[in-house]
């Protein structure tokens, strides 16, 4: 392994620790910064805000995306809102208890340590939102409003419509835009990392493709962050948007970084269902829906009467039936699987598909057509937009859908993975969310990391000196741009006759199936033969078309398709060594006599963090145990 | 049912286009516009033709990635409707359908549909902003922002930087987007030490990045996905001409004519 798998959590309670090892940490002369280089890859929510910040400091940023502009990049899909211990609506809110919801909601798979200090920042990333001018919802006195989301039992949502993520990228990129407007970050928008530099093992540039010439050049800094994003996109159809790929991680793996825990996939349970063959992404429908939304499928299988000729008596409200303290609100990973598993069993209100009701009739007769359009105009006129039905008048039909990756590059208490010198940031990184992720969790971490974590922690590496000058003439820079090059050349020339987006489909369609919201030991050990057969088959059959030299988006989803072949490997993986159920990573045989994951603590209460050892050898396995002080292991219940 | 397309394609900036024909048979009228265009690359990939490039990423109407112009109109027939959540039921069998690129000075041809906007990026760059360094926020509730201000902040805010509004103007103007920005900062306390600074920064770099006047046409708020309002503009206006009654900082005056 290159460099060490050490935690590095600062010693001490709980609560004194980010105080403390901020004090400890090394500083780095203010004249010093600026001789510094660092670059971000990424512009969301994490990138945009540690690029930011970092060029505030001092130092010179190079920010990379491959989105036309910064502001674009997919944290600005996010709706519903960002969870802050405030406790602003004096219901029994602190740190301790978002550090324990998120624990808990994790199903103990996440660092204490770390979720505890995001808890702790939660309530600055508000003032400084809230300071760059982002519209957050607003009591009539003028104070910030505040909802319950997910299922939490206290209000620490801050939201700005149903465009919350919207709202705080563009703060991060109006931040952003200052500096590189100062001169203190270089931006380089439609540019692609293909590859990760290493040099004496550190982490010391990357290897990019310039999207619109095709020019593949390198770029050499003190250290490097990536910002990039989750995987969801392995399953083809997701709600992530159609660039958010797996490359840069996969890339950053292949020289050496440690894959934590890919096999903790989030499936979001309401989603509007596929349509058709032609199906090019799923959208999602706010969680807030649950609720006044109430899910139901007819207690008859293959009923085919039209949901308002359906007696309440014949209909089955299963979440209610089934979790009757927390009903229709149980946490994603519960209601999603719940859903599929009515599904299975033949309840589909989706006619050879899958799906059931959101039904929100209940609600109209309560609030108010009126009442209803205020909470959710805009999210009830989306799904009319796209299903061409109005959910005033018949209910939603909703399926789970992949939504989030808990899984990423492994990292220490400072963001740091293995590897010296390359910091993972936002979704791109493992820490924080365990095996589930609670909602309105993203933002906040994505903030965290990027305004008041990463600043700190990247200036006790670049302080340690110890970093010889190195620029793109470097053997090694030479090496990786060749064999980038070489690689684009392999995927122009297959020339064989099947599109990249039908592999793509493909590959989607296996995962869904073998490495999805359920899993088996049988399908999992098909899922890797299958994968491997898929792949060989992409080398040989994939027609790529258009050159190397020009804006060609074909070619840039063959170089993301490719990687996910790679990586989707490592997920069946890794589902298949975790015998156990927990949060979102459901294995069948693992599991309580009510159909609830069962969670093997004395076996599996570990990060498992993977080596690449080579395209013909089988990935190594380190793992970073997981212990509990705090918040005691117990079964997650939501009766 | 069938539809038409006839689809501008260029080879790059400096090259000529053209509309080329295509025909589309047996799609689905649940299938969203973008996968309109996906199937018909699809096909061309099959008999190894260079499939049509068009920028679009979310496909959830808030990325802003998306947006040609159909038939005559930014994002198409669909009120308040971005490109990619435009669906084929709102077209009949057999209709004929005109695509092109956003076509405006400002924003050069990159190759087919796909445009460069960075003109977009240069203006907030040059002052859509509130200076506040990361650490040095008070908290959050110290300062009180009455409703009615927080929901026109929020109004304004919502713009998706598509450029739709240059596309649907006579003039090509980027008047609504700057508007929108300067009104969503305007709004709030927040934003009022660098109110009037703002406002000049980003007019003068909408007239260096070539966008051209407003004629109060008001073709950009019909043509908004996100129904921006040209009450903004009027906002704008106001904001302009208070600059020019506040002392210059740095020699920095509005000068030239909105």
Redesign the interface.
Same mark, same amino acid.
Request: glycine share 10%; net charge negative.
């Given at each position: 392994m290159i460099g060490e798998m050490r935690p590095r959590v600062p010693e001490g309670p709980i609560q004194d620790k980010w105080e403390r090892h901020r004090f400890e940490m090394k500083l780095v002369n203010p004249a010093n910064k600026r001789r510094f280089e660092v670059i971000v890859v990424g512009s969301g929510l994490a990138g945009a805000s540690a690029a930011a910040s970092l060029a505030e400091l001092g130092y010179h940023v190079s920010c990379f995306c491959f989105q036309d502009s910064p502001r674009r990049a997919h944290s600005i899909a996010a709706q519903g809102g960002i969870n802050a211990a405030k406790n602003y609506q004096n219901d029994g809110d602190s740190v301790w208890r978002l550090f324990y919801d998120t624990v808990k909601g994790g199903d103990f798979r996440s660092r204490e340590a770390n979720v505890y200090r995001l808890a702790e920042i939660s309530v600055q990333i508000i003032d400084q939102c809230v300071a760059q001018g982002v519209p957050f919802a607003r009591e009539y006195g003028g104070l910030l409003a505040n909802r319950s989301f997910g299922g939490a039992q206290v209000s620490r949502t801050f939201y700005a419509r149903g465009q919350t993520g919207q709202q705080l990228l563009l703060g991060a990129y109006q931040a952003l835009a200052r500096q590189i407007g100062l001169g203190q970050v270089q931006m380089y928008p439609r540019t692609e990392m293909l590859d990760l530099v290493v040099i004496d093992g550190r982490a010391r540039g990357i290897v990019v493709r310039d999207l619109v010439t095709g020019a593949i050049t390198a770029h050499a800094a003190h250290a490097v962050v990536l910002a990039t994003g989750g995987y969801s996109n392995v399953f083809f159809l997701s709600t992530n948007a159609k660039g958010c790929n797996v490359t840069a991680t996969w890339r950053a793996a292949k020289r050496g970084a440690l894959f934590a825990n890919p096999c903790f996939t989030q499936i979001h349970p309401t989603c509007i269902p596929a349509h058709g063959a032609h199906q090019s992404k799923l959208t999602l429908m706010s969680e807030s829906l649950r609720n006044d939304g109430r899910i139901w499928v007819p207690k008859k299988q293959g009923d085919s009467r039209r949901p308002g000729d359906i007696p309440v008596g014949e209909r089955d409200y299963y979440l209610e039936r089934l979790y009757p303290s927390f009903g229709n609100l149980v946490p994603r990973d519960v209601a999603s699987r719940r859903a599929k598993d009515m599904c299975d069993d033949g309840y589909s209100v989706v006619p050879g598909g899958h799906g059931v009701y959101l039904d929100f009739s209940d609600a109209i007769a309560r609030l108010g057509t009126s009442g209803i359009a205020e909470r959710y105009g805009n999210l009830f006129e989306m799904y009319e937009r796209i299903t061409g039905e109005n959910p005033y008048d018949v209910p939603m039909r909703i399926y789970p859908a992949p939504h989030y990756t808990m899984g990423g590059l492994w990292v220490d208490y400072n963001l740091m993975s293995n590897l010296p010198g390359l910091h993972v940031i936002g979704e791109a990184n493992f820490s924080d969310h365990g095996a589930n992720r609670l909602g309105a969790s993203a933002l906040m971490q994505g903030l965290a990391d990027g305004y008041f974590i990463l600043p700190y922690t990247i200036g006790d590496y670049l302080a340690q000196g110890k970093l010889e000058p190195v620029d793109v003439s470097h053997t090694a820079f030479r090496q990786v741009e060749a064999e980038v090059r070489e690689r684009t050349s392999r995927l122009l020339a297959v020339n064989g006759s099947q599109s990249v987006d039908a592999f793509h489909r493909e590959l989607g369609h296996l995962m869904w199936e073998q490495c999805g919201m359920s899993r088996t030991k049988q399908g999992l050990e098909n899922g890797l033969q299958q994968v491997r057969r898929l792949r060989e088959r992409f080398w040989k059959e994939v027609f790529v078309g258009g050159k190397g030299e020009d804006l060609n988006q074909s070619l840039e989803r063959a170089g993301r398709v490719a990687d996910f072949m790679e990586f989707a490997e490592l997920m069946c993986l890794d589902a298949l060594q975790r015998e156990e159920s927990c949060g979102a990573h459901f294995r069948e045989e693992y599991q309580t006599p009510d159909g609830e994951a069962k969670r093997d603590d004395a076996r599996f209460s570990y990060v498992a963090a993977w080596e690449w050892s080579g395209a013909d050898s089988a990935p190594v396995a380190h793992h970073e145990p997981l212990g509990f002080e705090y918040v005691h292991l117990a079964q997650r219940s939501y009766k | 049912m069938r539809l038409i397309l006839h689809v501008w394609r260029q080879a *790059?900036p400096d090259a000529s286009g053209r509309f080329v024909k295509y025909e589309t048979d047996g /799609?689905?009228p %649940?299938?969203?516009f973008?996968?309109l265009l %996906? #199937?018909l690359n699809?096909r061309l990939?099959?008999i190894?033709?260079?499939?049509i =490039?068009f920028?679009? %990423?979310? +496909?959830?109407?808030?990325?802003?990635?998306c947006g040609v112009v159909i038939n005559g109109r930014p994002h198409g027939p669909?009120r308040?409707?971005t490109a990619c959540?435009l669906?084929l +039921?709102h077209f009949r069998d057999g209709d004929a359908l005109w695509i092109e690129p956003w076509r405006a000075r400002a924003f050069p041809v #990159?190759?087919d549909l /796909?445009v460069?906007?960075?003109a977009?990026?240069r203006i /907030?760059?040059?002052? *859509?902003?509130?200076? =506040? +360094?990361?650490?040095?926020?008070?908290?959050?509730?110290a300062?009180?922002?009455?409703?009615r201000d927080?929901?026109r902040?929020?109004d304004a =805010? =919502?713009c998706?930087?598509c450029g739709a509004c240059v596309a649907a103007c006579p003039n090509a103007s980027a008047t609504l987007f700057v508007a929108a920005k300067v009104s969503?900062?305007g709004a709030?306390p927040?934003?009022q030490p660098e109110r009037y600074e703002r406002v000049v920064r980003m007019v003068d770099a909408m007239d260096e990045a070539g966008f051209g006047a407003c004629t109060n046409h008001g073709e950009c708020m019909a043509a908004c996905p996100k129904e921006i309002s040209v009450d903004f503009i009027a906002q704008l206006n106001r904001d302009v001409l208070k600059a020019t009654l506040v002392p210059p900082r740095e020699g920095k005056a509005w000068t030239g004519a909105a």
């Open positions: - | *790059g /799609v689905s %649940d299938m969203s973008l996968e %996906d #199937v699809e990939i099959a190894k033709e260079e499939p =490039a920028d679009h %990423d979310c +496909r959830e109407g808030i990325c802003g990635s669909q308040a409707t959540q669906h +039921r #990159v190759k /796909v460069d906007r960075s977009f990026d /907030v760059q040059a002052g *859509g902003f509130i200076t =506040a +360094r990361t650490g040095s926020a008070p908290e959050a509730n300062m009180l922002v009455p409703k927080a929901d902040a929020m =805010a =919502a998706i930087g969503h900062l709030l927040q934003g």
